[in-house]
C-alpha cells in the first residue's frame, strides 16, 4: 500500500501538539491550550476522513478543513508564543 505524506505529517503533528498542550496545562494556561489542541488534532481527523470520502467533491470539503483548522491552530500557536505563557520558546512544534 502507498504511503500517505500528508496523513504521516499531520498524524506527527498531532501527537507533538499533545506535548505542546500537556506542557500548557503543566503551566496552567487552560483556555488556549484546549483551543489549540482541538484545532491541531482536528488537521489530522479531517484527512483521515478524506480518506473514506465518498466523491470527489467530499474529498476536497474535508481537506478544505483540514487547511482551515490549520490556519486557526497557526493563531493559537500565536497567541500562545505572544502571551509568553511558556517560559521559553517551543521550538519543536514550530518546525
Known amino acids: 500500500m502507498k504511503s500517505n ?3 504521516e505529517r499531520s498524524f506527527q503533528f498531532s501527537l507533538k501538539s499533545i506535548d505542546l498542550y500537556k506542557e500548557l496545562i503543566y ?3 487552560f483556555v488556549l491550550s484546549k483551543q489549540f489542541l482541538r484545532s491541531a488534532t482536528s488537521i489530522g481527523a479531517n484527512v483521515n476522513e478524506s480518506e473514506a470520502a465518498c466523491s470527489r467533491k467530499d ?3 474535508k481537506l478544505t478543513i483540514a487547511s482551515k483548522e ?3 491552530t497557526m493563531y ?3 497567541l500562545i508564543e505572544y502571551t509568553e ?3 521559553y520558546e517551543y521550538e ?3 518546525k
Do not use: C, S
Open 59 to 61: 474529498f476536497v470539503h
Open 70 to 72: 490549520a490556519r486557526e
Open 5 to 7: 505524506l500528508i496523513k
Open 76 to 78: 493559537w500557536l500565536k
Open 27 to 29: 503551566n496552567k494556561e
Open 92 to 94: 519543536e512544534i514550530k
Open 85 to 87: 505563557v511558556l517560559n
